[in-house]
């Protein structure tokens, strides 16, 4: 599985960007979708995640503001991001896991860069 993520970009806070992140190949239908992002000079964190099913959770940091969706037709999952703020600023990439009885697999995506200006 491949990901490529896009659609980062510089925005003002309180507006809003969309990521995208499409996966290559048929089985994408049967990972989980999550989005996790780095800010400067700190650890990557998770930020949303999608089951197969739909079912979604967020980070308390998101909640409210960010949604995460699929289109398993387009082997995409998007991060819609509103009323941005400053602290939002990171390098966001997408990931793709799957558990399996010989462990967890997972594959990421490059990062798409957000910044967010006060």
């Known amino acids: 599985v491949q990901l490529q993520a896009?659609?980062?970009?510089l925005v003002q806070a309180g507006g809003s960007l969309r990521l995208s992140c499409t996966a290559s190949g048929s089985i994408f239908n049967s990972y989980s979708m999550l989005w996790y992002r780095q800010p400067p000079g700190k650890r990557r964190e998770w930020v949303a995640s999608i089951t197969t099913g739909g079912s979604t959770n967020y980070a308390?940091?998101?909640?409210?503001?960010?949604?995460?969706s699929r289109d398993n037709a387009k082997n995409t999952?998007?991060?819609?991001m509103n009323s941005l703020k400053p602290e939002d600023t990171a390098a966001y990439y997408c990931n793709a896991a799957l558990a399996?009885?010989?462990?967890?697999i997972n594959y990421w995506g490059q990062g798409t860069q957000v910044t967010v200006s006060s």
């Open 6 to 9: 896009f659609g980062g970009g």
């Open 100 to 104: 399996t009885l010989r462990g967890p």
């Open 60 to 68: 308390d940091s998101v909640k409210g503001r960010f949604i995460i």
């Open 77 to 80: 999952v998007h991060l819609q």
